[in-house]
């Protein structure tokens, strides 16, 4: 049975013993939720740099100070505010394991099934994990202005990096066939060849991985800057508005029909352990980072939606 939707206040404590098994526990590898971050840095900075200040003077708030005093560094002014938002969207995994760990959050998997192999005995549609609830709790938690300023301030960087990993394909899906009949655990239980290091890895990681591999901050930028001018804010939603997180169900189920119709339009790719890993063919490789391209400068220019309507002026 699936777990109540229903929240109260000791929610946020219970859901932090949810877990999903072998499932993974984070979207976007750090380096890819700073670029994210990066992409709507940008964005508010060109037409909304009051709503920049405003994250920060929450962040200042943040009740895990450690991981905030060692991005800053010795930064001031808008090099810091940025340095502040990359942190702030990778946070919820560089808690891990911490008390403010949420492992539940970070995905919402629905079944897809291989018609070329399927299961025996086919899944049900239910929807495994809470990413969208948890979004949307954290999405009122922010905009709750009788919330303390650190309660807000955890949940800005929860709202920041659920808006990131609900663009990742395979935080929102998971393939049911003859080979895996309870699910592949959103790519997790399927293990490829890197083609960059030659080193198996999960089906998982590797999509994780494909936005951006280093954390440095010069390179962070440098490749949020590529991809702004590669992939210029287009229509964030349809009808010309500005997103909102309300959309967020919809991005889900965008990466759901992206997870069916590329990661898995061609059943497993991958082997049952490391020392079974398969390459994946160039031509899926290739399409992986376009897709993940994609995602992340969408998931970049949503974001700075986001923050325009839970930190209006």
Known sequence: MRASRRFSGAGLALLAAWSLGAAPAAAWTRPGHMVIAAIAFDDLEASDPAIVDRVVALLDSHPDRGPFEVAEDRSEGRERALRLMMECARWPDDAR???????????????VVWAGDPPAVLPDDRVAMDGVEAFALNARIVANLAATPAQRAVALCWVMHLAGDVH?????????????????????????????????????????DSIHRSGDVASVRARATELERRRPRPTASPGGRRAVAADYSAWAEESRALAASVVYASGPVGGLSANQAKALPPAYAEGAATLAEDRAAIAGYRLSDLLREALPK
């Open 97 to 111: 394991l911490t008390g403010y760990d949420q492992p539940s959050w970070h995905l919402e998997m629905k079944p």
């Open 168 to 208: 990742q394909p395979l935080h929102t899906a998971q393939l049911f066939s003859a080979r895996y009949p309870e699910g592949d655990k959103a790519g997790s239980l399927q293990f490829v060849i890197d083609p960059l290091t030659g080193r198996s890895e999960t089906l998982h990681w590797f999509w994780d």
